[in-house]
């Protein structure tokens, strides 16, 4: 059988780390039980204001939060990408951590930073790939998408998918489904977009609207399938002959 995928499309409490949490708990136990890979989006846990209360709702990444996520993720026999503000030893970071079913763990931290998130928190300096129930896995994060020497670096590695969590703008919801098509033709594989959906509503912070659209894009870059707005689980099979259709189509790892 195919590897199959759940983009899981959420709204986030912002600065409530125990809210997203149950969010987070509840929407794995309710996936089908053939899902290998469940996504959330960008800073899923924490959610984000620019300023120093999201540095009070930074979690640790062998902190409790995390291992009651590795937890359900252990329970439902589910891989997880997840995202939250992770407090490092000297410096903040947008962080994503990837929570396999046996217990292991896996973090990238986001490398471009989108904004006013340059204000309270540092980018990452290593791109990451790994091996996952989809093959060659690599990880992104939102603003990352618009950065071609990224996928670049991906495609040189073969990866033959992305998992990208997310929190797009409304105002800029087109773009991010052209960049997750785009990635995924450029680099032929598969893209999995995960964007939060709902407001941000925060006392002194702006109000912020989120696209959701969550999106899994071709190897050819087309679109696979796509949400709209809803708060809802995009569960996607991925065909390894599709990927390998086009990879012997477009000749571009020939050689």
Not at 42 to 57: K, S, Y
Not at 81 to 90: I, K, M, N, R, W
Not at 141 to 160: G, K, P, Q
Not at 171 to 192: E, I, K, P, S, Y
């Amino acid at each position: 059988m195919p590897p199959t995928v759940a983009a899981c499309q959420t709204a986030v409490d912002d600065l409530d780390v125990g809210s997203n949490l149950e969010t987070v708990e509840s929407r794995l136990k309710a996936l089908p039980t053939r899902v290998d890979v469940a996504c959330f989006p960008e800073m899923a846990l924490t959610g984000f204001v620019p300023d120093g209360r999201i540095h009070e709702a930074a979690l640790a990444r062998d902190g409790p939060e995390l291992d009651r996520v590795a937890a359900a993720a252990a329970a439902t026999g589910t891989d997880v990408l997840v995202g939250y503000v992770e407090a490092g030893d000297d410096a903040f970071y947008n962080a994503a951590a990837y929570l396999r079913a046996d217990g292991s763990r896996t973090v990238y931290r986001k490398r471009h930073l989108w904004g006013r998130e340059e204000a309270v928190l540092a980018p990452g300096d290593a791109r990451v790939t790994l091996e996952t129930p989809l093959g060659s896995t690599g990880l992104l994060t939102c603003y990352d998408l618009n950065f071609v020497d990224e996928s670049a670096a991906l495609a040189a590695e073969a990866v033959e998918a992305l998992l990208v969590a997310g929190a797009w703008p409304a105002t800029h919801a087109d773009n991010w489904r052209l960049l997750l098509r785009a990635r995924a033709l450029d680099g032929v594989r598969w893209a999995v977009g995960t964007g939060r959906t709902g407001r941000r509503d925060v006392a002194d912070a702006r109000v912020t609207d989120y696209a959701g659209r969550s999106l899994v894009a071709r190897p050819d870059g087309g679109v696979r399938a796509e949400l709209d707005t809803a708060a809802r689980d995009l569960v996607v099979d991925l065909d390894s002959a599709v990927l390998e259709r086009q990879r012997e189509l477009v000749g571009v790892f020939d050689g």
